[in-house]
């Protein structure tokens, strides 16, 4: 569903879900993302963007992984964006279609495409 909602934004249609412990081994080629952070199969936590380099996302969560508040998180949900896309733009509308998870204490602003 947020893959559909990102359309021509994703740099690669097919999101990228790892598992917390496989992170250290993602080198994802992403210059910005929005992400999503969760814990069992389908708990939605967190969510959250990065546009500040290749590799960031990791580095991303790895600072949410020393916050006690998000101790539960077990697996990233990565949706890599063109460089072209507003980052927080994408991130304020994926956070509302999803309902606004619980951990996310604010979204950025979603706007209306087109």
Known sequence: MAADALGDRLLRRQPAK???W???N???DEHKA???LGSGTFDLLYTGSTGRGFGTVRARVDEHRRDP????VTW???LPLRRDADVEV???EIGQLLGRPRLSQRLPQA???G
Not at 69 to 72: Q, Y
């Open 90 to 92: 994408a991130e304020g």
């Open 69 to 72: 508040r998000k101790a539960e």
């Open 22 to 24: 496989a992170l250290p």
């Open 26 to 28: 993602y080198a994802g």
């Open 111 to 113: 706007h209306r495409r």
């Open 34 to 36: 929005v992400y999503l």
């Open 76 to 78: 990233v949900l990565v």
């Open 18 to 20: 790892i598992a917390l």
